[in-house]
């Protein structure tokens, strides 16, 4: 569960409810949870702050819009993560850098013996790693490692199968463990 998902996960149902019933305030709170809640995401997809914010300004505008069709409101987070995945998906096609809907898994699935282990420092890096994996993997990761959610969760919010979840993380993984064998740790001289 994410910082942002604990600051307040009693709080939200009941702000969605106030919200939903025209409270402003409850909806100023609820939005700037949600803003906590998806900036880190946003950022880590798109690569670049001011297109993150950019994107996560129309998701804000679409949730609120759209505040009124949630049914559960303890659904919130995962509601709103699903709306942010749409949005920078969008954005990622429409600026040309989304690579490909459907990515390709290599014959070897990763955790075969001949692969190395990943080394315990690993999810320090993987912001930064995570820049050169497609964006569908990165989503995956992203939520999985970064905002802690299970898998199951991970193919709700991005509206994928579980199946599909699990293909993107194990070849995202993958991709991971070539960049952290041929790239140094920090501070190494290589």
Do not use: C, N
């Amino acid at each position: 569960m994410s910082a942002a998902d604990r600051s307040g996960a009693g709080e939200v149902p009941w702000l969605v409810l106030r919200a939903q019933a025209g409270d402003r305030a409850a909806l100023e709170r609820l939005l700037s949870h949600a803003h906590a809640l998806l900036r880190p995401f946003t950022r880590v997809m798109l690569r670049d702050e001011d297109a993150a914010d950019d994107v996560l300004q129309d998701v804000l505008v679409l949730l609120y819009r759209k505040l009124g069709t949630l049914r559960d409101p303890r659904a919130f987070s995962a509601w709103a993560r699903r709306i942010a995945s749409r949005q920078i998906f969008r954005d990622l096609r429409r600026h040309r850098k989304y690579e490909a809907a459907h990515e390709e898994l290599s014959p070897e699935l990763p955790g075969t013996a001949h692969e190395p282990a990943l080394d315990p420092g690993w999810v320090e890096r993987l912001p930064a790693l995570l820049e050169r994996v497609s964006p569908a993997s990165r989503a995956v990761l992203a939520l999985h490692y970064l905002d802690d959610l299970t898998l199951d969760e991970v193919a709700t919010v991005l509206d994928i199968p579980p199946g599909t979840a699990k293909s993107r993380l194990a070849y995202g993984l993958s991709t991971l463990r070539k960049l952290l064998a041929s790239t140094p740790e920090p501070g190494e001289g290589t």
